[in-house]
């Protein structure tokens, strides 16, 4: 078996690959609230101009089937967390210490301002809190999940237009 001389096989694409792997893992940090809105700006463009970089410079690799598969698993398992985002049932506590919560609903599905009440273990609790006071509570924390699934879906189409490239084999140029 004759040693091969790897030096020419370099990948093209490794510094691209970098670069958005961890543009993706900055903009999920960035996706738990520590950053204002002009990081979905600087994700999207910057995540947007990489992908396209890396489409046009790919090549076909050994292990495309398992990076393609690996994103692919990526996508529906955020497919599946954002589903979870949108439909699962927010409580929001309404004291620092103790049992009282406020249930919000879900993202797609809000409870009304008028019927929200505290609770505290399942049973109603009495106009212990103003109702304003409630309904900011749970805007803002069905605004915040709502944020982050949209955050969740913006990572997961780049990831898929990733998997596709590596399912997809690159299109050889040729001479007319």
């Known amino acids: ?3 091969r001389n790897r030096q020419g096989t370099r990948s093209r694409t490794t510094w691209l690959t970098a670069a958005f792997w961890i543009l993706t893992l900055v903009f999920t ?10 990081v979905w ?3 999207l463009g910057a995540g947007f101009a990489l992908t396209c ?6 090549r076909h690799s050994r292990y495309a089937i398992v990076f393609g598969s690996t994103c692919t698993v990526s996508v529906v398992m955020a ?11 927010v409580s929001v506590p309404v004291d620092s210490v103790g049992p009282r ?3 919000c609903g879900s993202v797609l599905s809000p409870v009304p301002t008028g019927e929200l ?16 006071g409630l309904e900011r509570r749970c805007s803002n924390r069905l605004d915040d999940r709502g944020d982050r699934a949209a955050g ?10 990733r998997a596709a490239g590596h399912f997809v084999s690159p299109r050889t140029l040729s001479t007319v």
Request: glycine letters at 10%; hydrophobic letters at 65%; one cysteine or more.
């Open 1 to 3: 078996m004759a040693l």
């Open 101 to 103: 919560t406020v249930v």
């Open 79 to 89: 497919l599946a967390m954002i589903g979870w985002a949108l439909c699962a049932t």
């Open 152 to 161: 969740l879906a913006l990572m997961a189409l780049f990831v898929a237009v």
């Open 53 to 58: 970089f890396w489409w046009t410079r790919r």
């Open 117 to 132: 009440k505290v609770t505290i273990g399942g049973a109603d609790e009495p106009g212990a809190l103003p109702q304003e």
């Open 41 to 43: 700006l600087v994700y």
């Open 29 to 38: 940090y960035a996706l738990l609230g520590l950053f204002g809105w002009w």
